[in-house]
């Protein structure tokens, strides 16, 4: 077979495209360990006696792993939820209720929380859009970016930062098929096309691009060439590879140093707390006793023990530093740092302190509430991209499919419920436009059958006030009769 010298270029200049991406996947990778603290803590020889060893298997690799709650802050404030999509214009609602219909095919409910946790852990993590055959909808799949030898996903920029094509490389696996598990799949996504190769050593650069009939019976008959077309009438329908790419990078970029100091200091706390059960004991004009050889010894001590002294002997212990100050400015200490770095109130991180409520917590919590805004911005973007590209793949396979409208995002708020104060404000609202009751029971988010209920409950009250009511005007006028009666 003849040398495909086009081919063998894009493979070196990939192989070269990715080496160029060494050193940002080894950071990717140390924020990765680092979130799963394995943090690579070193312990005294004292320590690993009670740390190591007692029959878990589990080794200590951090004394307090703030990196994941680091991550978790913001991401908990992220999400969308499927009556968030809109359409822009009211008046064009298909593409808004199909790509609903997308969104809870998908499970993207629960899926969007991995996207984020992983965006805001590593700085990006994409998401593949492609197409089900049986579904006949588009498909949305979070997938990694750089992770070790496999790689992943790995995006590819011009000098003017313009995406010219993503990559994904994984192992195969598959314990029925002798032989496959263990190779190397290499799929490249351009804008026009997309092309599936295979490891493969006897080939000049290592690769192999797949044959039409081991991409359809890999895909299950749901893609048939390779490469695979990606047009439509229009042309090129773009690269399907959304980059979800957090908009200040890996939150843990800056708190790394933190978390390696808090190891440090935790570390020595736990030597401290050790040594109050091991106290330095002094004593004189103590006897000691002595050894065959003559040399004096110093005596046990514990429960039940005698010490003998001369007349001026004396005993004591050396008494430790406060353990309580050392656990203030050594450790908490670092916390506070850690929320003056990221510009978040302390209570986000220390769950027990108590959150204030109405302007102070608004205040408190409006650089986090602006950080997770821009998130959503950014996010919005991307999921506005993703399903633009599901609009496409709707076009090209359900012809005539065109899907009308835009879409308007809506998030969930990011900022923390204070629900005394919203209750405040809607009582104050309610009361000065005198709002009707059934219009305050919708913004407290009763159904409607929730509401019909109790506009029954209220005129059945209503119903009972009125005829104890009259039962007891019917009596006070009978008591009026009668003593009218006997005046008379």
């Known amino acids: 077979m003849p040398t495909n010298y086009d081919d063998e270029l894009r493979v070196a200049y990939l192989r070269a495209a990715i080496a160029s991406q060494a050193e940002r996947e080894a950071e990717v990778e140390a924020y990765r360990l680092f979130y799963d603290g394995d943090q690579g803590v070193m312990l005294t020889d004292r320590q690993k006696q009670y740390l190591i060893g007692r029959g878990d ?11 994941k709650r680091a991550v978790n802050v913001p991401r908990d404030r992220l999400e969308l939820k499927a009556n968030g999509i809109a359409p822009a214009d009211p008046e064009s609602g298909e593409y808004a209720g199909i790509v609903t219909d997308w969104w809870n095919a998908n499970s993207l409910d629960s899926k969007q929380k991995d996207v984020y946790r992983c965006a805001l852990r590593d700085g990006s993590v994409a998401v ?9 909808m588009p498909t949305f799949t979070p997938n990694l970016v750089y ?11 011009d000098n003017d930062d313009n995406m010219l094509f993503a990559s994904k490389r994984w192992q195969r696996w598959n314990p029925l098929t002798m032989g496959e598990t263990g190779k190397t799949r290499l799929n490249i996504y351009l804008d026009d096309r997309i092309e599936r190769n295979i490891e493969d050593k006897k080939m000049a650069g290592g690769w192999r691009l797949m044959e039409p009939a081991e991409v359809r019976e890999e895909s299950g008959g749901n893609v048939t060439q390779n490469p695979q077309p990606w047009v439509d009438k229009d ?16 939150e843990l970029a800056d708190i790394i140093t933190i978390q390696k100091v808090l190891n440090h200091t935790m570390g020595e706390l736990d030597i401290a707390v050790d040594l109050h059960n091991w106290p330095i004991l002094w004593g004189a004009g103590l006897e000691l006793p002595t050894d065959s050889s003559g040399q004096p010894g110093i005596p046990a001590y514990g429960a039940g023990k005698f010490y003998a002294m001369g007349s001026d002997g004396r005993m004591g212990r050396i008494e ?45 919590e409006a650089n986090l509430v602006e950080q997770v805004s821009d998130m959503q911005v950014a996010f919005g973007g991307d999921w506005q991209a993703a399903f633009e590209m599901g609009r496409k793949l709707h076009r090209a396979n359900n012809q005539p499919g065109e899907l009308a409208g835009e879409l308007e995002l809506t998030w969930q708020s990011p900022e923390t419920a204070d629900e005394q104060a919203e209750m405040e404000t809607k009582a104050q609202k309610w009361e000065a436009g ?20 109790m506009e029954g409950m209220q005129m059945d009250e209503m119903a009972k006030a009125q005829s104890s009511l009259a039962a007891s005007l019917l009596e006070q006028q009978r008591q009026f009769d009668i003593g009218a009666g006997a005046a008379v």
């Not at 042309?235 to 980059?243: A, D, E, K, R």
């Not at 430790?320 to 100050?325: G, I, R, S, V």
């Not at 850690?338 to 608004?362: C, E, M, N, Y």
């Open 57 to 67: 298997g589990l080794d200590v690799d951090s004394f307090g792993n703030i990196c």
């Open 128 to 136: 593949i859009v492609g197409w089900s055959e049986t579904k006949r």
């Open 147 to 157: 992770d070790g030898d496999t790689g992943l996903v790995r995006f590819h920029y």
């Open 235 to 250: 042309g090129p329908l773009g690269i399907p590879v959304i980059n979800f790419e957090a908009p200040d990078g890996s």
């Open 320 to 364: 430790p530093a406060d353990l309580e100050k050392m656990f203030r400015s050594g450790i908490l200490s670092w916390l506070h740092i850690l929320a003056i770095v990221k510009g978040w109130p302390l209570f986000v991180l220390d769950r027990s302190a108590q959150p204030p409520s109405g302007v102070a917590l608004k205040v408190m």
């Open 434 to 453: 005198q709002v009707p009751i059934r219009k305050r029971w919708m913004e407290l988010g009763y159904t409607e059958d929730e509401m019909n209920e």
